[in-house]
């Protein structure tokens, strides 16, 4: 399967769009393959597009100020990596996105999208179910697994809802994400084998 095949079908699995609509859509696309480690978007800079992963894996990542970095998300393959902040406020990206494996995305300009979007009832069913799943319904249920669940909780959540991540992503990766030290995150991994709660 091509990219802008799979990226139809990922757009329909939310509203299928007329053949018209996604014609507009592919015309304002193009593909860019991205080697391991690779950014897509840097930190501070201006970004005009945000994308659609057909394969890989990359990660969502913020750097503080003394230079520590929390990786907020990873992106597989169907999903939509972007700094949407940034693009809606034309400012510096605040998060930056990296590959950490080979990938291959499809680039969508914003702008364009936007317009297209404004005055399309297709693409806003589509904008309106696609947010309430993955920004309003997962961003909760993020904020709430960060506060309510202790470090080994949080792992172990990880691997019931993300299990083909566990071996893909760096450790040190992962334990960004979790909000742990990668010696903690080694403890607690050797812990649940000692105990038999993980293999």
Do not use: H
């Given at each position: 399967m091509d990219a802008l095949t799979r990226l139809k079908?990922?757009?329909?699995?939310?509203?299928?769009?007329?053949?018209?609509?996604?014609?507009?859509?592919?015309?304002?696309?193009?593909?860019?393959?991205l080697a391991k480690d690779e950014w897509l978007y840097k930190e501070g800079e201006y970004l005009t597009t945000f994308a659609f992963l057909h394969q890989g894996l990359v990660r969502l990542v913020n750097t503080n100020a003394a230079g520590q970095e929390y990786n907020k998300r990873f992106f597989v393959a169907g999903e939509f990596p972007g700094v949407m902040r940034a693009l809606h406020r034309q400012e510096p990206a605040n998060q930056g996105i990296q590959a950490l494996e080979a990938s291959q995305v499809v680039l969508i300009k914003f702008k364009q999208f936007r317009a297209l979007l404004m005055d399309n009832p297709e693409l806003m069913r589509f904008q309106i179910l696609y947010l309430e799943k993955n920004w309003l319904l997962e961003k909760d249920k993020r904020e709430l697994y960060m506060v309510q669940l202790d470090a080994t909780e949080r792992y172990l959540s990880f691997l019931k809802e993300q299990p083909e991540l566990a071996e893909r992503v760096p450790q040190y990766h992962l334990a960004s994400h979790l909000g742990i030290t990668p010696t903690q995150l080694s403890r607690i991994r050797k812990s649940l084998k000692n105990s038999g709660s993980f293999t």
């Open positions: 079908q990922a757009v329909d699995a939310y509203y299928r769009l007329s053949q018209e609509t996604w014609s507009a859509i592919a015309a304002i696309t193009s593909i860019k393959l």
